[in-house]
T-cell receptor, first 115, second 115 residues
Framework: AQTVTQSQPEMSVQEAETVTLSCTYDTSENNYYLFWYKQPPSRQMILVIRQEAYKQQNATENRFSVNFQKAAKSFSLKISDSQLGDTAMYFCAFPRINAGNMLTFGGGTRLMVKP | EPEVTQTPSHQVTQMGQEVILRCVPISNHLYFYWYRQILGQKVEFLVSFYNNEISEKSEIFDDQFSVERPDGSNFTLKIRSTKLEDSAMYFC?????????????FGPGTRLTVL
């Protein structure tokens, strides 16, 4: 069975500092994608960043970057220069390629950015 | 930028009543999904839909649930006889056929409250 684990239920960071959110997963697939979604208090699910497993280069989107360790099945999200608007739940997600790409989500990490 | 829309934003219903949640996926997308998130819990897959039929469904998606694409734009989730435990946020998502992207885009969600 495919699992996604986020071991940090809650984290906090001072504004302008850097924070890293952890995610590990288990799969037997070789080519796949991994995603981080952000869910602010409005509860909308917003795509933050995507990583393709066959690419060795870590994905980057402005202040957001990933540390993808395929052998360790680890996919952490780094947020640089944290802003108050980054306060949200963050979910790591993994699609099952052979099952209609249904997403399996981790339990989420609640991030609080403090002024 | 095109986006997934969902209506209503909040639905309150009595236990045993039927509800229909509506979604308008991104126009050139071909794969459609429903997920739900009970308050404080992780996001769970319900069903995926492609080429006018269900491609995958979870154990949650029992006979009380159905999906339909009644026209070229709408994608609906029907719950025939709601239960208290159906109270949750329901998210619609869509994805293009372009396998190089493989990204699901989420709507803002419908908050369903069953009394």
């Amino acid at each position: 069975a495919q699992t996604v684990t986020q071991s940090q239920p809650e984290m906090s960071v001072q504004e302008a500092e850097t924070v890293t959110l952890s995610c590990t997963y288990d799969t037997s697939e070789n080519n796949y994608y991994l995603f981080w979604y952000k869910q602010p208090p409005s509860r909308q699910m917003i795509l933050v960043i995507r990583q393709e497993a066959y690419k060795q280069q870590n994905a980057t989107e402005n202040r957001f970057s990933v540390n993808f360790q395929k052998a360790a099945k680890s996919f952490s999200l780094k947020i640089s220069d944290s802003q108050l608007g980054d306060t949200a739940m963050y979910f790591c997600a993994f699609p099952r390629i052979n099952a209609g790409n249904m997403l399996t989500f981790g339990g989420g990490t609640r991030l609080m950015v403090k002024p | 930028e095109p986006e997934v829309t969902q209506t209503p934003s909040h639905q309150v219903t009595q236990m045993g009543q039927e509800v229909i949640l509506r979604c308008v996926p991104i126009s050139n997308h071909l794969y459609f999904y429903w997920y739900r998130q009970i308050l404080g819990q992780k996001v769970e897959f319900l069903v995926s839909f492609y080429n006018n039929e269900i491609s995958e469904k979870s154990e949650i998606f029992d006979d009380q649930f159905s999906v339909e694409r009644p026209d070229g734009s709408n994608f609906t989730l029907k719950i025939r006889s709601t239960k208290l435990e159906d109270s949750a946020m329901y998210f619609c998502a869509s994805r293009s056929r372009d396998s190089s992207r493989n990204t699901q885009y989420f709507g803002p969600g419908t908050r369903l409250t069953v009394l």
